[in-house]
């Protein structure tokens, strides 16, 4: 779908197989993953939550974790196999087993878990998380500070921050608040990621709270941005052994007990590593020389082999963390006692779901030749693509799809998303081409996800909503029967406005009188969201604004008044209040949480 205000189509360049756009003029409003999973609206934490309940589950699942191109994210199912890899997979296997019998297969073990807090804002603005005090006691040099002074760090830590094996593999019944105050000699990682504008993560290793000043104390402390894929200082540690981030690697109950798929590579610990560190790694702490070249290296990446058959028998978990390291496979990110992946500790997890993955044998690994920051799915001309605008159409008439992409070498594919989810069956009649014809099975609201790959970068993908009417039907009258705000500053900036109302639908357009038509950031049949641009609210005025639906039938609602006040003493902050009912949901994920309207708040793009 075009960018909202955007809603003009592009001319489109004529091509034997596709239809090419400018990569700088390609502007899809859906927030897509590096995967194809269409996010919903941007999640705004408005209160700490603990990773294992569903709250926590709602926000990490519409969180882009990690850039597209991120190391993390990167498919490395079709990269060539190391030449070295047999025998380092030989030396990884022999190290274990020189540890103790039993120690030839993958084992997953509960370890970090995390805590989602709010944006720091500047005083008297809420919600914000606030900072405290953290000493780092072992490595402060390997630290960030975060504004604080060396030794001691400003960081947001909540009071309800957990440390690493809390709950599920700690005595039952043992209090947080107890464990935080343990000394003893485990890693106890702890991990606080807070998204918003500047979406970070703080992560630590031995973290205690004491009752000393300040209270919390650790080893040491990174700072990651979770939207850049730039890495520590070079030689410097971070909560892993490897200078790596823990959060993206972690197997989360959100991903592969609830959708049964894991979107990213996997934290891989062996018994013994090399004196070095590739790219992603910024940190080594191996034992043996770094010329041992059939040791791995901080960084190195291993996968599942392609040709091992993962059971269809296996549960739910273990089938997705075995297709994660065929897809993603795992970096090598810390020394210890075996072959290994970390797991939330998280007791919603069954019994035993992961025992059938820690059937399989080292052997049965690979080691993958691996990619530098500036290859792979981080080289230049990414491709881009767009799925035009979203349309109405009678059933019996189908629509056209009009897409278009840019890059070298491309592939493009349209499919209906979420089949399940879709009120009938479509049939494409050229999957492959940018344009082409698509009939519907029933009427209702389809979602067509058009992708766009070259092999080598992370897919493109763009989606548009085809709302097909029963033949002969039309276009429901819209009713707007408030917005949110309903008054605002002269000169306040751009904000978004919500407007509720009855029969809303996702491709109506919001007129706002003397300016140009906006169209919705999120849709539901109560509610839509609109991105107002700062030159609609520059002066005072009273502008009228209503919904209008498309043709056939459909035309614009009653308008509602957005009354915008003169600066009182040379202020120009926006504000105001609500107008008549509610401020609607209903968008993508937004629509089952009015019970956590305290907790999590979502705003900005298109949700489908």
């Not at 909540?158 to 809390?166: L, N």
């Not at 210890?336 to 997890?349: E, I, K, N, T």
């Not at 991105?531 to 005025?541: L, R």
Request: proline content about 8%; overall charge negative; some cysteine.
């Amino acid at each position: 779908m075009r960018s909202p205000i955007f809603r003009t189509r592009l001319s489109l360049l004529a091509a034997p197989t596709l239809l090419l756009l400018p990569a700088a003029v390609l502007c899809g409003a859906e927030r897509i993953n590096h995967a194809g999973r269409i996010l919903g609206p941007e999640p705004v934490v408005t209160a700490p939550v603990l990773f294992n309940t569903p709250q926590a589950d709602a926000i990490v699942a519409a969180l882009q974790i990690m850039p597209r191109d991120n190391a993390w994210n990167e498919i490395v199912a079709g990269r060539p196999k190391d030449p070295g890899s047999d025998a380092m997979i030989a030396q990884i296997r022999a190290d274990v087993l020189a540890m103790g019998s039993g120690r030839n297969t993958l084992r997953i073990f509960s370890e970090m878990n995390y805590v989602l807090v709010p944006p720091t804002l500047p005083p008297g603005q809420t919600p914000s998380q606030p900072l405290v005090g953290v000493r780092f006691v072992t490595y402060p040099d390997d630290s960030d500070f975060n504004g604080g002074t060396a030794p001691v760090a400003t960081w947001p830590i909540p009071s309800i921050m957990p440390v690493e094996s809390w709950p599920s593999a700690r005595p039952a019944g043992e209090s947080l608040d107890t464990w935080q105050r343990t000394v003893n000699s485990e890693d106890r990682h702890s991990i606080i990621v807070q998204p918003g504008a500047m979406p970070r993560l703080f992560e630590t290793w031995q973290a205690v709270l004491t009752g000393n000043t300040p209270a919390w104390q650790a080893s040491n402390g990174a700072i990651f941005r979770f939207d850049s894929n730039i890495l520590r200082t070079d030689g410097l540690t971070s909560g892993d052994a490897a200078g790596l981030p823990l959060f993206p690697a972690l197997i989360r109950y959100d991903e592969c007990a609830v959708r049964g798929v894991i979107e990213h590579a996997l934290r891989v610990v062996v018994a013994r590593s090399r004196r070095a560190h590739i790219y992603p790694a910024s940190h080594d702490a191996g034992s043996v020389a770094a010329t041992a070249t059939t040791y791995p290296a901080m960084g190195q990446r291993i996968r599942l082999r392609s040709d091992f058959t993962i059971p269809t028998t296996w549960t739910t978990e273990s089938r997705a963390v075995a297709t994660a390291l065929k897809t993603y496979g795992g970096l090598v990110a810390d020394n210890g006692g075996f072959l290994s992946v970390s797991a939330c500790p998280d007791q919603r997890f069954a019994s035993g779901c992961f025992d059938e993955v820690q059937t399989i044998d080292i052997g049965d690994f690979e080691v993958v030749l691996a990619t530098g920051p500036t290859e792979g799915p981080r080289a230049a001309n990414a491709p881009a693509a767009d799925a035009g605008g979203d349309q109405t159409v009678q059933l019996a008439a189908g629509a056209t799809l009009s897409g278009g992409a840019s890059g070298t070498g491309l592939t493009t594919t349209w499919s209906l998303y979420d089949p399940a989810s879709a009120p009938g069956t479509v049939a494409i009649a050229a999957p492959g081409a940018l344009s082409t014809a698509v009939g519907f099975s029933a009427p209702g609201a389809y979602t067509l996800l058009l992708t766009a790959g070259d092999g080598t970068h992370t897919p493109a993908y763009d989606a548009v909503v085809v709302t097909v009417l029963a033949d002969g039907s039309a276009n429901p009258a819209p009713t707007l029967s408030a917005i949110s705000p309903a008054s605002w500053t002269a000169g306040g900036g751009a904000f978004t406005m919500t407007l509720s109302g009855t029969n809303l639908m996702s491709s109506a357009t919001v007129s706002w009188a003397g300016q140009a038509d906006l169209a919705p950031l999120t849709a539901s049949s109560g509610s839509l969201t609109v991105a107002v641009p700062a030159g609609y609210v520059a002066a005072a005025g009273s502008p009228q604004i209503r919904v209008v639906n498309p043709t056939p039938g459909g035309g614009p609602s009653a308008a509602q008044t957005l009354v915008v006040a003169a600066p009182s003493g040379g202020s120009t902050t926006g504000g105001g209040a609500t107008s008549g009912g509610g401020n609607g949901g209903g968008c993508g994920l937004g629509a089952g949480f009015a019970a956590l309207a305290t907790l999590l708040l979502f705003a900005c793009r298109r949700s489908n």
